[in-house]
């Protein structure tokens, strides 16, 4: 069997990996299980993908874990849902600082039941002075809320005399964005073969490279992140500029 992560170019490591996790439900469906046993085992898909991201070099991963969608869901799951992101939080916190691993968490994080936020900054709080990964949970987020929230929070600055509209860039918007302390993704990650974005990280994923796989998310295992990596390094990376103008600038 090939080693992946032997193949895997160290010196193109994308500094940020977001990742859609899509598919517990059908996974759960096609063992006659109930939905959250999906979400039960997707837990060991999250740990195999921060540990290959810590291991390859990776600085940044970002998880979208929950969306402000998902509250739609039966009450019964989003209970459940709450209950183990709390118990994985508590469960992992221990790794995560042995790991080096700080946390983050982007949404409105207000939404959340008060022992989940509680749950959530202990974590935060705990692996706070972390210098490696950083893995950013976005919970109870979409694109579309951010940048709605941005644009108010820009709106208001405007209105206080404390920003001028012709002061407004795209890096203005950046700066008020929950991403704003992170580099956008490099590489987007979906699994479970869907193609849209679902409302994630719209502004930041400008210019990241899409890889979907049809593997359900609690199947994803770290070969699979390898592959996507190894997809990403057969990518030409060009921000609108054409093959021969990268070309000329490497000479």
Not at 77 to 91: D, H, K, N, Y
Not at 221 to 230: E, G
Request: glycine share 6%; hydrophobic share 35%; with cysteine.
């Amino acid at each position: 069997m090939t080693d992946l992560k032997s193949l895997i170019d160290k010196n193109r490591i994308p500094t940020h990996i977001a990742i859609i996790m899509d598919g517990n439900g059908r996974w759960a469906k096609q063992r006659g299980s109930f939905r959250i046993v999906g979400h039960q085992n997707a837990i060991t898909s999250v740990r195999d993908s921060t540990e290959s991201c810590a291991e390859l070099g990776v600085k940044y991963l970002t998880l979208y874990a929950f969306s402000t969608e998902n509250w739609s869901r039966p009450k019964e799951e989003v209970t459940a849902l709450m209950e183990l992101l709390v118990a994985t939080i508590q469960g992992e916190i221990s790794t995560l600082k042995k790991n080096n691993v700080k946390l983050h968490v982007i949404g409105d994080f207000e939404s959340l039941p008060p022992h989940c936020q509680d749950s959530l900054q202990a974590g935060i709080n705990e692996t706070s002075s972390n210098t490696g990964l950083v893995l950013t949970l976005a919970l109870s987020y979409s694109g579309r809320w951010d940048i709605t929230r941005a644009a108010k929070k820009i709106a208001l600055a405007v209105s206080e005399g404390k920003l001028s509209p012709d002061q407004i860039t795209e890096q203005t918007i950046k700066e008020f964005l929950s991403t704003a302390s992170i580099p956008d993704p490099e590489l987007m990650i979906r699994t479970s073969g869907e193609l849209r974005l679902s409302n994630f990280l719209l502004w930041e994923l400008a210019y990241a490279e899409l890889y979907i796989t049809e593997t359900l998310w609690p199947d994803f295992k770290k070969d699979d992140l390898y592959k996507a990596v190894l997809d990403y390094q057969k990518r030409e990376r060009r921000f609108g500029k054409t093959s021969e103008q990268l070309n000329e600038q490497m000479i």
